[in-house]
């Protein structure tokens, strides 16, 4: 259900899916089509801009990857239409962090997988 | 209040191991031992126990049938909603009784969350094992961000909150400080002989914003058990009866994500209170206290909202304004809760109503205690919700 999603990545884009029988939009995948229960879905390439649902500044590591990148930010970008996307805040600085700031992903590369980042709307290239 | 006791349970008995940090114990010792003192409270056979519910499923039903040298098991069941299960599981408890498949139900929760090897606080890991709601989202969409354990999850709600209702951030202390209060009329609390000034809150470091280390509960190791009989059976040991008036369990819209709840800030005991108080033609001024499960502070200012004792994103003007310490109007976890005595599953909240009811509560006894409110949440910010009464 995921590889989709995890294959826009690595090529810098963000793909949900769409039910293949109404059309809706659906985020994050699901065995069903909340709409009309249909089965079967396509990919979506959806525009990978939006703003700062919410956000939290982690401190701690709690898993060996991650204690070594204490403070991160994680953030919930809202992409309209329904449409959160959970990353990284990239940007170079936690302390701009908060709701409603405009972002936009950028895609990182790192042990072999693909990720989304966010970073304020308006700064340096996508990846 | 009260009622016909037909078509009600009733809490005949508690049992609580020591709480600590630091056993040798395993879980299943200290749930057996939690079970067996519930018994003994309630002053009946251990072998009479005709069913178990276990929240999570922290251990099998046949364990208990050799422990507690059951001959005649006729109903078990495990739940699976996180800190939220155990309210709920003394629910199906109550079904059971009602319904006749079981006469005296024993529900046991708690466990070596300190001591077990898989501490939600440590640097390990080790939070990956648990078992997650929705584990294929967390496993592509969370983990690989660093979003593994629960304080983070809820850290995404706080944020929300402040921001969307533009909550005063002060409401989180005075959580941690009035649990500590309540702690110190409690010899089961770890914190009991140490209070907390504001000036200590706000040095502590933050873990996760906008949680600070004390917004954060303790992890320990401890089981605590209740009984479940009808309310129509007789009383066994000399303890004033305490019975089960209602409760229920919740789940917010997509209960197991809340990156994509399109109202991040529903809880499951948003619904579920609304039912429950509505069947009972309650509101939360009728209580006399109320034990919320307070796994973080954020957690008790959102439950407090939902129960209707303000408004959304007034929580923390309710607990500076009216209180929730000791001496206030409805005092909450008088027994100092997950943040102040132990976290046991939230199972120590029921034990420390049933006390409070039956007027057992030592130091913490409150001068009115005849109706009192219990919640568990878990989760995805799932809910469930006891109303106990004396009897």
């Not at chain 2, 995404?156 to 409401?171: F, I, V």
């Not at chain 2, 303790?218 to 040991?237: F, I, K, N, Q, R």
């Not at chain 2, 609304?274 to 307070?294: I, P």
């Amino acid at each position: 259900m995921f590889t989709d999603y995890l294959d826009g990545l690595e090529r810098g884009v963000l793909v949900v899916r769409e039910c293949a029988a109404c059309g809706a939009r659906q985020w994050p995948p699901r065995t069903l089509c909340a709409d009309c229960r249909g089965r079967e879905f396509r990919p979506a390439v959806i525009a990978d801009h939006g703003v700062v649902h919410t956000f939290t500044v982690v401190h701690r590591g709690f898993d060996p990857w991650f204690a070594g990148r204490v403070p991160y930010g994680i953030v919930v970008a809202d992409l309209g239409d329904g449409i959160r996307i959970l990353g990284n805040y990239l940007g170079a600085d936690l302390g701009a962090l908060a709701c409603g700031l405009p972002v936009r992903a950028r895609y990182e590369r790192s042990g072999g997988h693909a990720f989304v980042g966010w970073v304020p709307a308006g700064t340096g290239p996508a990846r | 209040m009260s009622g016909p006791a037909a078509g009600r349970a009733q809490i005949t008995g508690i049992g609580e191991t020591d709480y600590v940090r630091g056993t040798a114990l395993r879980t299943e010792d200290l749930l057996l031992q939690a079970a067996l003192l519930a018994c003994a409270d309630a002053g009946v056979e251990p072998a009479s126990v005709d069913g178990v519910v276990v929240p999570n499923g922290k251990l099998a039903a046949e364990s208990f049938v050799h422990a507690l040298g059951l001959t005649d098991l006729r109903f078990h069941a495990a739940n699976a909603m996180g800190g939220a299960s155990t309210a709920a599981a003394i629910m199906i408890a109550a079904a059971a009784v009602i319904s006749g498949q079981a006469s005296r139900v024993v529900v046991a929760a708690g466990g070596t969350q300190y001591s077990g090897g898989r501490r939600l606080s440590s640097a390990d890991g080790s939070a990956a094992a648990f078992s997650w709601p929705a584990q294929d989202l967390r496993t592509h969409l969370e983990r690989p961000y660093g979003l593994t354990v629960p304080m983070q999850w809820y850290s995404l709600q706080a944020t929300r909150w402040l921001h969307e209702t533009g909550a005063d951030p002060a409401g989180l202390r005075a959580v941690a400080l009035a649990a500590r209060e309540h702690a110190r009329s409690n010899a089961r609390a770890y914190f009991r002989d140490r209070p907390l000034t504001a000036e200590q809150y706000d040095g502590a470091p933050y873990v996760v914003f906008p949680f600070r280390l004390y917004d954060i509960c303790l992890e320990s190791d401890g089981a605590a058990a209740v009984l479940v009989e009808p309310a129509t059976a007789a009383g066994h040991a000399g303890h004033r009866g305490v019975v089960l008036l209602g409760g229920g369990e919740g789940h917010a819209d997509v209960p197991d994500d809340l990156v994509s709840r399109p109202d991040m800030l529903e809880l499951g005991l948003t619904k579920v209170a609304r039912r429950v108080f509505g069947q009972l033609g309650l509101t939360v001024a009728d209580f006399d206290f109320a034990q919320v499960y307070d796994c973080f502070t954020f957690v008790v200012l959102r439950q407090l909202e939902e129960l209707g004792f303000c408004q959304r994103g007034e929580g923390s003007d309710y607990v500076l304004q009216a209180g929730i310490g000791p001496g206030s109007k409805i005092p909450v976890n008088t027994h100092g809760g997950l943040l102040a005595q132990a976290h046991i599953a939230g199972m120590n909240h029921v034990t420390e109503a049933v006390r409070q009811l039956r007027g057992d509560a030592g130091p913490a006894q409150l001068a009115r205690a005849d109706l009192g409110l219990v919640t568990s949440y878990g989760d995805m910010s799932a809910g469930s919700l006891l109303v106990l009464g004396a009897a």
